[in-house]
């Protein structure tokens, strides 16, 4: 028994096998195939000098032919053959002998037999390897052939002596030398693992293939007229051949034989089937080529710069304006731009490439950023940014088909086709997601550039250096625009690179005010490297803006502290103190680097005191010892601003804000019971006709932080003030927080105005009745301001943007306006969660088009309506026409309510033209040709001077594409705008408000003295005025009246149509219908517009609103917010009692 162990192990030695691999590549023919055709390096040397060898064949054969000098000397020792003269000169006798046989000496005889029989030897080698079985075909094949018309005779002639002289047509090789080129293009790829161009390999062969035939004609004219009577070089050869093949046959040359002339026949007939095939197939390459664009190459991305552009789909619109938005700064001028897409350009797209300003920086590649190799061709790693944009006007191509496939047929639910248009959208941002991705894990250091469609999309990307979500600015500019008019003009005015010359020849005063300021935009700058604002250092921040305006015409906004944490903030009031370390943000025609400054001449300054001082009725007020280089010109581009210093001036003298009254300044007001108290004090007549005097700006904040008693406050102010919170009735508690429900992932929270208890969701619908409420429209509300409409087709998750803006905590109560979110599909339990905590927002189902809809929502209350952009627009058969539901049912609104403000969004920024059409309207024809006048002069924003526009009556989010670019160069562009808008919220960081101008307001006379006493009072900063102005105010253009239809005389018939339709509708709805007004309101005659920083001696006029960065906490007095808008004639009389809402609504509640 103990053996077995050992027995086992014996037999388990005997049962092992010895296995060796690849044992059929250890013979001879396995050995010579690896070496000869599997291996790729050995067999690219092969090849090579296989290449060498048929090429030095052809040149030993020219060497023989230039160097024969007697032909028909050749063939006398060849096969016996004797030379025999021709019977007639006349005749074109041919001597065959020099056809058969040549003359070559010895050497050149041992040589080419050398390299035939080596060249045979490999044919025969490579034969035996590759075979089959099919032994005829690989014989019978076209370099079989000619292997062996130009080796085996070299064979022969050793083998039988007499024959040494026979003619082989050794040049017949360099075809074979061209077949080993095509196959050395495929082994260098292998080898190198370098993918060359298609296209590049292509014409090299046919550039072969050319020479080839060349040669070959040649070579055998050549031979065949040694024959002849006239001996003809092969330089006459050659010349021959390529006369002929261009088809030019001059005829002072010509072939006199007829083989030679057979020859040539044959060769034309070889090359017209030879070259027509490399020809189409090098076209085809061509073509596909043009489609997939170039390739950058490394050497232009080591010694150029380049940012690449990716996105879905490129339209002209988009190019167009991503190229002369980037290029209009002047150090991008040296880059280029690579746009990589992974579709055909659509024609429009070809030609604006061709155009030579952009032929030369812009390089197409058609290919997909989620594949490393088309990455690699746009260099991608190299890039200074990478721009990924989403597609927005278009939806997939097949996907539309298919839509309106299903839509003809009455296949296509509704529910399912909002599903349909809200999964676009959703799959452009996944589109958007990945390439970003790509990007990122491709080129980890790339600074990325993001534009994102929905809000909830854009945690996905977060990583990105900047991204600009859609729905996020789109919504935030909509609601500023309903609290600060005109705001989506302002910004994007302020985001536009524009020069600043637009209306600059124009005769209206409006619009050269509004041209010139329209160049003003963002710009950035070191403290202690600024002219600006060096000097304010160790001063407050409210010191520094109104000084810098005073003097420069600059508009300090923000600053940022250097601290690696430090976040910027707008206006962060007169406690932040500036330090030469801090980032200034400023407004200004240009930036401060391209300014000039140039004093003036002092006897031109001296000349120019004495006619103020001359012209003034009033005491001046500060030192007579005026500096003589007080004045100087700041030279902006083409604009010069005239600044002003003011030093020994005691108004901004180095002061506190404690005045004492006994040192009050003579021209001050004094305070309520306080006239008359000195016998020293001027008669009132005098006081009365002195401009009241504004409190000096504090270099410093008081210790004690208390605030400057104003005593000459604005209406705005008085109007605060007298506004009582309590007015009305006590109904459900209200607080500021933060809202519950989070809309969507990375969502950034705002504090703003919420309901202790939300609401329950039956009652959010505005026109169902419930066990909580029983109306049925807005009407019976009766809401003490008017309402707010949003016109959806759904119910979008990033309204909630619009809703905050509304609802922010630094608004008063009272001046809240109720919201009424009309949509056309249904809404989801997820948004009602959202906007149940707010106060008095609603939401009902309802159409545009439909006019019971709007006066059950409340069209007859309401002072703004805002028409979102429909996504189901994007299935129209023509892009421009995308925009035609919303513009139809607007114009409509327009003629059924013409005083109520319309604020539309559109697809296409060309098509706010139709805004508001009249047809009649010479004053818009005039604009209309005064935007194609400003676009051939190269104006990035032409259609600025579109009255809509101006107005801020319409906005295209297409415009926000400008902001992403801008990012490129200022990097904060995209932060500013974001904590303007209120979408989002920094520490000691204001807020965008604004201020309207009455007229007891007037006093205040200029934009600047306006300036000094907010930024003395309130420490609020003024950056632009919104103006409204009458037709007769353009005197130079009244003879184009603004005429409306509804004026003329034969459309009163149809105004009394249209008032009849709507009171019947009302009496329908049991509406009372004494509240509409069926007047046309004479603000359709008047022209709105935006002044962007303002100069400082502009005259503030009557009804001027003022936009305003107000602090973070601001002051103990009231801000200047808007009035509390009263009841207009329509509604129900003041005195009736507020009706008490029940359970469940908001709106009773105390504000």
């Known amino acids: 028994m103990a053996l077995e162990p050992d ?98 000496e010895d050497w050149m005889y041992g ?63 360099c075809w074979l030398a061209k077949e080993l080129l095509e196959n050395l293009f495929n082994d260098l790829h292998r080898v190198m693992q370098r993918h060359h161009s298609a296209l590049t390999q292509q014409v090299f062969i046919l550039i072969v293939t050319i020479l080839c035939l060349i040669i070959t004609c040649a070579c055998g004219i050549h031979h065949l007229e040694r024959a002849g009577q006239s001996d003809m070089s092969v330089f006459e050869a050659l010349y021959f051949t390529v006369v002929t093949f261009s088809t030019v046959g001059y005829g002072d040359i010509k072939v006199e034989i007829w083989p030679s002339q057979l020859f040539v026949i044959l060769m034309i007939a070889a090359a017209l089937v030879v070259l027509p095939v490399q020809m189409e197939k090098m076209a085809l390459l061509l073509i596909e080529k043009q489609k997939q664009g170039g390739t950058y190459s490394n050497h232009r991305a080591r010694t150029e710069k380049h940012v690449v552009v990716c996105a879905s789909m490129l339209h002209y619109d988009l190019v167009n304006d991503f190229l002369n938005e980037f290029y209009a ?63 927005r006007n278009k939806m997939d191509r097949i996907e539309a088909a298919l839509l309106k496939n299903w839509k003809r047929k009455k296949r296509l639910s509704e529910k399912l086709e909002s599903i349909i248009n809200r999964s676009y959208r959703d799959r452009a941002d996944q589109q958007t997601i990945l390439r970003t991705w790509a990007v990122k894990d491709f080129a980890p250091n790339i600074p990325l550039y ?32 309903c609290l600060c008019p005109a705001t989506s003009t302002f910004v994007t005015l302020l985001i536009h690179t524009s020069r600043g010359v637009e209306g600059e020849t124009a005769s209206s005063q409006w619009q050269k005010i509004y041209g010139r300021c329209s160049g003003n935009e963002i710009y950035h700058i070191q403290l202690k490297q600024s002219q600006f604002f060096g000097e304010y250092e160790g001063k407050s ?15 300090l906004i923000g600053i940022k502290r250097q601290d690696c944490n430090a976040d910027l903030q707008l206006n962060p009031g007169p406690k932040h103190i500036l330090k030469d370390t801090d980032t200034c943000y400023y407004m200004n025609i240009t930036k401060e680097e391209y300014s000039a400054f140039i004093l003036a001449h002092p ?30 010109i700041c030279s902006v581009g083409t604009l010069p601003i005239e600044m002003r210093e003011q030093n020994n001036h005691p108004t901004y003298e180095r002061s506190t804000l404690q005045v004492p009254s006994g040192d009050r300044h003579l021209l001050m007001p004094p305070p309520a019971g306080e006239e008359n108290v000195s016998s020293d004090a001027p008669p009132i007549g005098a006081r009365r006709q002195r401009r009241p005097s504004i409190m000096p700006v504090s270099e410093m904040i008081m210790a004690d932080n208390s605030p400057l008693r104003d005593h000459k406050p604005l209406y705005a102010h008085k109007e605060v003030q007298d506004e009582s919170e309590d007015t009305w009735e006590e109904g459900e508690k209200w607080t500021k927080g933060y809202p519950p429900v989070m809309p969507y992932i990375g969502y950034s929270p705002m504090m703003c105005h919420l309901l202790e208890t939300p609401k329950p969701h039956c009652c959010l619908e505005l026109d169902k009745p419930c066990d909580h409420k029983s109306w049925t429209h807005a009407g019976e509300y009766n809401w003490p301001n008017n309402n707010i409409i949003i016109a959806a087709e759904y119910a979008a998750q990033g309204m909630v943007n619009f809703i905050v803006p509304l609802r922010a905590h630094f608004r008063p ?59 189901s627009s994007k299935l129209a058969e023509e892009d421009y026409m995308a925009d035609a539901n919303q513009i139809v049912a607007v114009q409509t609104m327009f003629r059924l309510f013409p005083s109520t403000t319309i604020i539309t969004e559109l697809t296409h920024a060309a098509n706010m033209r139709f805004m508001q059409f009249r047809a009649k309207d010479f004053y818009a024809l005039r604009m209309a040709e005064k935007q194609k006048l400003e676009k051939e002069k190269g104006s990035n924003i032409s259609y600025m001077f579109r009255l809509p526009f101006a107005a801020g009556n319409v906005f295209s989010a297409s415009m926000l594409d400008t902001m992403l670019y801008q990012s490129f160069v200022k990097d904060y562009a995209i932060s500013i705008v974001r904590l303007l808008l209120g979408l989002d919220q920094a520490t000691n960081s204001g807020y965008l408000c604004e201020l309207p101008i009455t007229p007891e307001d007037l006093w205040i006379r200029t934009y600047g003295r306006l300036y000094q006493k907010l930024c003395s009072t309130s420490h609020e900063i003024p950056i632009g005025i919104y103006r409204t102005v009458g037709q007769a105010d353009n005197k130079s253009e009244c003879s184009l009246p603004m005429e409306d239809d509804d004026s003329l005389q034969g459309f009163s018939g149809e105004r009394k149509e249209l008032a009849n339709m709507v009171r019947i509708k009302m009496k329908k709805l049991d509406l009372p219908e004494e509240e509409y007004d069926s007047e046309v ?71």
């Open 7 to 104: 027995l086992k192990s014996d037999c388990i030695e005997k049962q092992e096998v010895h296995v060796e691999y690849f044992v059929n590549e250890q013979s001879i023919k396995e050995r010579l195939h690896l070496y000869f055709i599997k291996n790729q390096r050995s067999t690219l040397r092969i090849r090579l000098i296989n290449c060498f060898f048929k090429l030095l064949t052809v040149v030993l054969y020219l060497v023989r032919a230039i160097a024969d000098d007697e032909p028909k000397a050749a063939g006398k020792h060849c096969f016996n053959i004797v030379a025999d003269s021709c019977k007639s000169t006349a005749e074109k006798c041919i001597y065959w002998p020099a056809i058969l046989c040549v003359d070559r």
């Open 111 to 173: 040589l080419q037999c050398a390299l035939a029989i080596i060249n045979l030897l490999q044919v025969l080698l490579l034969l035996f390897l590759n075979y089959k079985g099919n032994i005829l075909q690989q014989i019978m094949s076209v370099s079989m052939v000619l292997e062996a018309i130009t080796s085996i005779p070299f064979v022969i002639t050793i083998v039988y002596p007499p024959s040494h002289d026979l003619f082989v047509p050794v040049f017949l090789n």
């Open 329 to 391: 700064h002047a150090h991008l001028q040296d880059f280029f731009v690579v746009l990589l897409t992974p579709c055909e350009l659509e024609p429009t797209v070809k030609w604006l490439l061709q155009v030579p300003l952009w032929s030369q920086r812009v390089i197409y590649i058609q290919g997909s950023a989620l594949k490393d190799i088309d990455l690699v061709r746009c260099r991608m790693d190299q890039a200074e940014a990478c721009f990924i944009l989403s597609p």
């Open 450 to 481: 993001v534009q994102i469609m929905k809000p909830e999309n854009k945690f996905h990307v977060q990583f990105a250096d900047h991204v600009v979500c859609e729905d996020e600015f789109k919504y935030a500019l909509l609601a500023n625009n």
């Open 541 to 555: 921040f409210t010191f520094a803006t109104f000084n810098a305006h005073k003097k420069y015409g600059v508009s």
């Open 603 to 632: 006897r031109e300054e001296k000349e120019k005191l004495e006619k103020k001082d001359s012209k003034s009725s009033s005491p001046t007020v500060g030192d007579p010892n005026v500096s003589k280089l007080e004045s100087a």
């Open 813 to 871: 109560k009272h001046t809240l306006k109720p919201i009424i979110i009309m949509v056309e599909k249904s809404v989801d339990n997820n948004f009602l969660e959202c906007i149940s905590s707010f106060p008095m927002v609603y939401f009902m189902i309802g159409l545009l088009e439909s006019l019971d809809d709007l006066l059950r929502a409340g069209m007859l209350q309401s002072d703004t309506v805002v028409v979102v952009d429909r996504e």
């Open 1081 to 1151: 309101s004479d603000k359709r005659n008047k022209i709105s517009y935006v002044i962007i920083n303002p100069s400082f001696d502009m005259k503030l006029e009557v009804d001027d609103i003022i936009y305003l960065i107000k602090p973070a906490g601001g002051p103990k007095t009231p801000s200047p917010m808007p009035p509390r808008r009263k009841f207009s004639s329509r509604r129900k009389t003041t005195h009736q009692r507020f009706r008490a809402e029940p359970q469940g609504s908001n709106v009773d509640t105390k504000l």
